[in-house]
């Protein structure tokens, strides 16, 4: 029997590349029925059995509010897929781990293909994927999808994944909200609201969170519990309004992000700062905020601009003078459209300038011969 997994990550994280890495050339495209998101699908077959590989549209959240957002997370409900690989870009950890969070939310089996570890590396990235995968309690394996490193890996840790059931993460979003998420996953519960397809908890953060998918499927299942949950909504909107002035959404999305830094903070990320390695605007930095070079750089800057200015004005005046004449001089038409302000400003134009760069020049090799520049 194959095995179901999901390539799953932000857009750019590098799911087309580790997906072709995996599946070569037996792959079909098609489209998501219904709509025109496209859909990727291949297969890996090896010692450690058959893999059913789907590339999913990339996504940075799990709400209704894209077409690859309802696709992604439709998908994952229906077909139920063995295994989720968040592929997630190591030099962007935080934003990353919120769609991962989301997944763990929803109850899903996720391992974490932690790509891109050659670019964490060159920026001096470091990441303790080990503790990292501890502290989420989930796989995560090491990857450089573009080279294929770490597929090996993935694959087997995909195959070694355990059938147990797994329980949605549950993180604090808070003492309001979840005093109304308790409340409404209780409601969910006793009628058993959509929970043949969502954990009931996910259906009522989905209502906190005013998704619109949901809230519709709801209301068409059972009229009466959809209007007690909106209630309940209600209640503690207003109240987050009046109190924090914020909303359920916000105050979600804030309480996300604080689980994800209360990990990152234990030591996940190094950041290593390697002297060959300076970013491209440290080195003009270095140059132009140099105690020595910084002086002499402004004083070139001074002397061109101040000394250029009289000739600059000169051309100037000669130039309006000459357009002037010329004007007056031809009758009108394109010929004359074409020598006043297409000739006599362009040359203009460019002429002007020629002081400037003329002063600059001289500034230079005045430096170049005193030995500074060399
Ligand atoms: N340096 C580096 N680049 C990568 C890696 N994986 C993917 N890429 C590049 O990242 C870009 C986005 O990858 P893609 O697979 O299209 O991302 P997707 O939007 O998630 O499908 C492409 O230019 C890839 O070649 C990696 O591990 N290291
Ligand atoms: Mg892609």
């Given at each position: 029997m194959s095995i179901a997994v999901a390539l799953a990550g932000?857009?750019?994280?590098g799911k087309t590349t580790l997906f072709n890495a995996l599946t070569g050339a037996r792959q079909h495209v098609g489209n998501y029925p219904g709509v025109t998101v496209e859909k990727k699908e291949g297969t890996y077959r090896d010692d450690l059995g058959e893999f059913n590989i789907i590339d999913l549209p990339g996504t940075y959240?799990?709400?209704?509010?894209?077409m690859e957002e309802v696709v992604a997370r439709d998908y994952l409900v229906n077909?139920?897929?063995?295994?989720v690989v968040d592929i997630i870009d190591a030099s962007n950890l935080e934003r990353n781990l919120y769609l991962c969070v989301q997944f763990l939310e929803m109850g899903m089996p996720v391992t974490i293909a932690l790509n891109m570890m050659d670019v964490a590396k060159k920026r001096g990235i470091e990441i303790d994927h080990k503790k990292l995968s501890k502290l989420l309690n989930i796989p995560v394996v090491p990857t450089i999808a573009r080279k294929g490193h770490g597929k090996k890996e993935l694959l087997q840790t995909i195959a070694a994944r355990s059938e147990s059931k797994i329980e949605p993460l549950k993180i604090s979003y808070g003492q309001d909200i979840d005093t109304a998420l308790d409340e409404m996953e209780e409601t969910i519960k006793s009628s058993s609201f959509l929970t043949k397809r969502y954990h009931a908890r996910w259906t009522a953060i989905k209502y906190l969170e005013n998704d619109n998918q949901i809230k519709e499927l709801g209301s068409k299942e059972d009229k009466n519990l959809d209007l007690q949950l909106e209630a309940i909504v209600a209640k503690v909107t207003k109240h987050l309004a009046a109190t924090?002035?914020?909303?359920p959404e916000g105050m979600i999305a804030d309480q996300r992000y604080g689980f994800i830094n209360s990990i990152l903070k234990q030591g996940i990320v190094k950041r290593y700062h390697d002297e060959?390695?300076?970013q491209i605007s440290d080195r003009i930095d270095k140059v132009v905020t140099n105690r020595f070079l910084g002086p002499i750089i402004m004083g070139l800057y001074k002397f061109t601009f101040s000394y250029s200015e009289m000739p600059i004005s000169w051309f100037e005046s000669f130039f309006g003078w000459l357009s002037g004449a010329t004007d007056s001089a031809l009758t009108e038409g394109l010929l004359k459209s074409l020598i006043v302000s297409g000739i006599i400003d362009g040359v203009g134009g460019v002429i002007g300038f020629v002081p400037l760069i003329m002063f600059m020049f001289f500034g230079i090799s005045l430096l170049e011969d005193s030995g500074y520049l060399a």
């Amino acid at each position: 029997m194959s095995i179901a997994v999901a390539l799953a990550g932000n857009p750019n994280s590098g799911k087309t590349t580790l997906f072709n890495a995996l599946t070569g050339a037996r792959q079909h495209v098609g489209n998501y029925p219904g709509v025109t998101v496209e859909k990727k699908e291949g297969t890996y077959r090896d010692d450690l059995g058959e893999f059913n590989i789907i590339d999913l549209p990339g996504t940075y959240s799990l709400t209704a509010y894209s077409m690859e957002e309802v696709v992604a997370r439709d998908y994952l409900v229906n077909e139920k897929p063995a295994m989720v690989v968040d592929i997630i870009d190591a030099s962007n950890l935080e934003r990353n781990l919120y769609l991962c969070v989301q997944f763990l939310e929803m109850g899903m089996p996720v391992t974490i293909a932690l790509n891109m570890m050659d670019v964490a590396k060159k920026r001096g990235i470091e990441i303790d994927h080990k503790k990292l995968s501890k502290l989420l309690n989930i796989p995560v394996v090491p990857t450089i999808a573009r080279k294929g490193h770490g597929k090996k890996e993935l694959l087997q840790t995909i195959a070694a994944r355990s059938e147990s059931k797994i329980e949605p993460l549950k993180i604090s979003y808070g003492q309001d909200i979840d005093t109304a998420l308790d409340e409404m996953e209780e409601t969910i519960k006793s009628s058993s609201f959509l929970t043949k397809r969502y954990h009931a908890r996910w259906t009522a953060i989905k209502y906190l969170e005013n998704d619109n998918q949901i809230k519709e499927l709801g209301s068409k299942e059972d009229k009466n519990l959809d209007l007690q949950l909106e209630a309940i909504v209600a209640k503690v909107t207003k109240h987050l309004a009046a109190t924090l002035d914020t909303h359920p959404e916000g105050m979600i999305a804030d309480q996300r992000y604080g689980f994800i830094n209360s990990i990152l903070k234990q030591g996940i990320v190094k950041r290593y700062h390697d002297e060959n390695r300076l970013q491209i605007s440290d080195r003009i930095d270095k140059v132009v905020t140099n105690r020595f070079l910084g002086p002499i750089i402004m004083g070139l800057y001074k002397f061109t601009f101040s000394y250029s200015e009289m000739p600059i004005s000169w051309f100037e005046s000669f130039f309006g003078w000459l357009s002037g004449a010329t004007d007056s001089a031809l009758t009108e038409g394109l010929l004359k459209s074409l020598i006043v302000s297409g000739i006599i400003d362009g040359v203009g134009g460019v002429i002007g300038f020629v002081p400037l760069i003329m002063f600059m020049f001289f500034g230079i090799s005045l430096l170049e011969d005193s030995g500074y520049l060399a």
